[in-house]
């Protein structure tokens, strides 16, 4: 049994109030709030930083289960009570450290928020604190890390934030919807209401009873806001272990390429039983274009010219082209794998493609490339884990597009050339010497995956030597 996640995101109009949106005085109260968690949350982690000796405190306990006194780790609601008593002014703690009064530094500030960094500040600072000690202890001279960064996009928790969509209806127009925030206007804390740009898509998966929502985070960017909501869902899963024990156990590869994106192959029983390509659709032509114009825009003027407008606007449009086209693959496997239930999904640990030699586009064009093949690897997982319960295994992808997947042997890459068979390393279709056996060899490494998780012939569980004594 498991747990699925995901982020369901509710844009907030920032459009011009004539045409609905909010007007600009509460688009600045979203970045004035930020602005003033950011400071909250850098008090905090100053806070804990000075006292790193309470954050690893051993409290003692009473054990039910054991009948006995035992020791543990502080936690962090404890953590929270103790650095609150130091640090706000209450009928319990009239005095709190001088140099430490949080209320004195922000007045007002509300309760919920208050908690929501203070938890924020302890989750950094002891991340940072741990990382410290484990540099220490090995004992580099590079590398040591860096202090933490205190800005974060804040978690909005119910007295801060409300969305009530019950009341709304969406054929009578898309601004009957508002999100109620509580935000800070720069001298004080209050109520607005901003309109959402709500679509059906939010709608449906707001509603999706399988799913639980838990509480927003505000993402304010330069040109928009929006919430995003993270969602979990209960999965129940069969462990890999007890579905190998299945004999007609189904098992879907995914071979991940630049041109087929994917090639998709099912079996059952040691046989093939369904086939997919996934095309790319001109995609990395499409993005190599894009890449060589700032490659040469690069070259004459001599610098980096990433911060440019026009290669921000490129770049942005790369990035999208690649997300869109990972969402889209995921969803074919996906489609895919709901076809079998209880089936195992196969991919192979992603190995980098090489990004040597050539000119600079081609060697920008083969990093999107693998961060596209990460993309869908990680979309596809998500997807097939929360909508079909399907396990993802990763398989050792040594040798799968070099060995025979109808005998096991090793074989050689072509291509077709004019009419003339030519071997290369990077060939179209693979040929084995030993059975004949020729094939797209895309597929035929999508074939291997299967054997590389059933260990069959290269893939065989190797014994290991005995160590050597003396
Ligand atoms: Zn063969």
Same mark, same amino acid.
């Given at each position: 049994?498991?747990?699925?996640?995901?982020?369901?995101?509710?844009?907030?109009?920032?459009?011009?109030?004539?045409?609905?949106?909010?007007?600009?005085?509460?688009?600045?109260?979203?970045?004035?709030?930020?602005?003033?968690?950011d400071a909250a949350r850098a008090f905090y982690l100053a806070f804990f930083l000075a006292h790193p000796d309470?954050?690893? +405190?051993?409290?003692?306990?009473?054990?039910?289960?054991?009948?006995?006194?035992?020791?543990?780790?502080?936690?962090?609601?404890?953590?929270?009570?103790?650095?609150?008593?130091?640090?706000?002014?209450?009928?319990?703690?009239?005095?709190?450290?001088?140099?430490?009064?949080?209320?004195?530094?922000?007045?007002?500030?509300?309760?919920?928020?208050?908690?929501?960094?203070?938890?924020?500040?302890?989750?950094?600072?002891?991340?940072?604190?741990?990382?410290?000690?484990?540099?220490?202890?090995?004992?580099?001279?590079?590398?040591?890390?860096?202090?933490?960064?205190?800005?974060?996009?804040?978690?909005?928790?119910?007295?801060?934030?409300?969305?009530?969509?019950?009341?709304?209806?969406?054929?009578?127009?898309?601004?009957?919807?508002?999100?109620?925030?509580?935000?800070?206007?720069?001298?004080?804390?209050?109520?607005?209401?901003?309109?959402?740009?709500?679509?059906?898509?939010?709608?449906?998966?707001?509603?999706?009873?399988?799913?639980?929502?838990?509480?927003?985070?505000?993402?304010?960017?330069?040109?928009?806001?929006?919430?995003?909501?993270?969602?979990?869902?209960?999965?129940?899963?069969?462990?890999?272990?007890?579905?190998? +024990?299945?004999?007609?156990?189904?098992?879907?590869?995914?071979?991940?390429?630049?041109?087929?994106?994917?090639?998709?192959?099912?079996?059952?029983?040691?046989?093939?039983?369904?086939?997919?390509?996934?095309?790319?659709?001109?995609?990395?032509?499409?993005?190599?274009?894009?890449?060589?114009?700032?490659?040469?825009?690069?070259?004459?003027?001599?610098?980096?010219?990433?911060?440019?407008?026009?290669?921000?606007?490129?770049?942005?449009?790369?990035?999208?082209?690649?997300?869109?086209?990972?969402?889209?693959?995921?969803?074919?496997?996906?489609?895919?794998?709901?076809?079998?239930?209880?089936?195992?999904?196969?991919?192979?640990?992603?190995?980098?493609?090489?990004?040597?030699?050539?000119?600079?586009?081609?060697?920008?064009?083969?990093?999107?490339?693998?961060?596209?093949?990460?993309?869908?690897?990680?979309?596809?997982?998500?997807?097939?884990?929360?909508?079909?319960?399907?396990?993802?295994?990763?398989?050792?992808?040594?040798?799968?597009?070099?060995?025979?997947?109808?005998?096991?042997?090793?074989?050689?890459?072509?291509?077709?050339?004019?009419?003339?068979?030519?071997?290369?390393?990077?060939?179209?279709?693979?040929?084995?010497?030993?059975?004949?056996?020729?094939?797209?060899?895309?597929?035929?490494?999508?074939?291997?995956?299967?054997?590389?998780?059933?260990?069959?012939?290269?893939?065989?569980?190797?014994?290991?030597?005995?160590?050597?004594?003396?």
């Amino acid at each position: 049994m498991g747990q699925a996640s995901r982020t369901t995101k509710l844009l907030l109009d920032l459009s011009e109030r004539t045409r609905g949106g909010v007007n600009t005085s509460k688009r600045a109260y979203l970045e004035e709030t930020a602005k003033v968690l950011d400071a909250a949350r850098a008090f905090y982690l100053a806070f804990f930083l000075a006292h790193p000796d309470k954050l690893t +405190e051993r409290v003692r306990y009473f054990s039910e289960k054991h009948q006995e006194e035992r020791e543990r780790l502080i936690s962090p609601n404890e953590l929270l009570t103790w650095a609150e008593s130091l640090t706000v002014v209450t009928a319990a703690h009239p005095h709190p450290l001088p140099s430490y009064t949080f209320s004195e530094q922000f007045p007002e500030f509300p309760f919920i928020y208050r908690r929501s960094v203070i938890k924020d500040a302890l989750g950094k600072a002891r991340s940072y604190l741990s990382n410290l000690a484990n540099w220490n202890t090995r004992g580099k001279k590079k590398g040591q890390p860096g202090s933490p960064g205190a800005s974060n996009h804040p978690t909005l928790y119910d007295e801060a934030f409300c969305l009530d969509l019950d009341a709304t209806d969406l054929r009578t127009g898309p601004h009957t919807c508002f999100a109620r925030l509580k935000v800070y206007t720069g001298t004080q804390w209050q109520w607005y209401n901003y309109p959402v740009e709500l679509s059906r898509y939010f709608e449906a998966r707001w509603r999706d009873p399988a799913w639980e929502t838990q509480s927003p985070k505000l993402i304010v960017r330069k040109k928009s806001a929006a919430l995003h909501f993270p969602q979990v869902k209960h999965v129940e899963a069969k462990r890999v272990k007890e579905s190998k +024990e299945d004999p007609h156990l189904v098992t879907v590869a995914i071979d991940l390429n630049v041109k087929n994106l994917a090639v998709i192959t099912v079996r059952r029983d040691g046989n093939t039983i369904e086939t997919v390509f996934v095309k790319d659709h001109g995609l990395d032509q499409h993005r190599y274009g894009h890449l060589k114009r700032i490659a040469k825009k690069q070259w004459q003027s001599g610098k980096p010219v990433a911060g440019e407008h026009s290669n921000q606007q490129i770049w942005g449009h790369v990035r999208r082209m690649n997300e869109d086209a990972s969402h889209k693959v995921a969803r074919a496997i996906v489609t895919v794998c709901t076809r079998y239930p209880g089936c195992v999904l196969l991919f192979e640990r992603l190995r980098k493609i090489q990004a040597k030699g050539s000119s600079k586009s081609r060697r920008m064009n083969r990093k999107q490339a693998n961060q596209l093949r990460g993309k869908i690897n990680q979309h596809t997982k998500d997807k097939a884990y929360a909508s079909c319960s399907t396990v993802t295994v990763e398989v050792n992808p040594h040798g799968t597009s070099q060995y025979c997947s109808h005998c096991g042997a090793r074989g050689e890459r072509f291509s077709y050339r004019g009419g003339k068979r030519i071997r290369e390393k990077w060939g179209k279709l693979f040929a084995c010497p030993t059975c004949q056996y020729e094939a797209n060899a895309d597929f035929n490494a999508s074939v291997n995956i299967h054997h590389s998780f059933y260990r069959q012939w290269h893939w065989q569980q190797r014994l290991k030597l005995p160590p050597r004594t003396g």
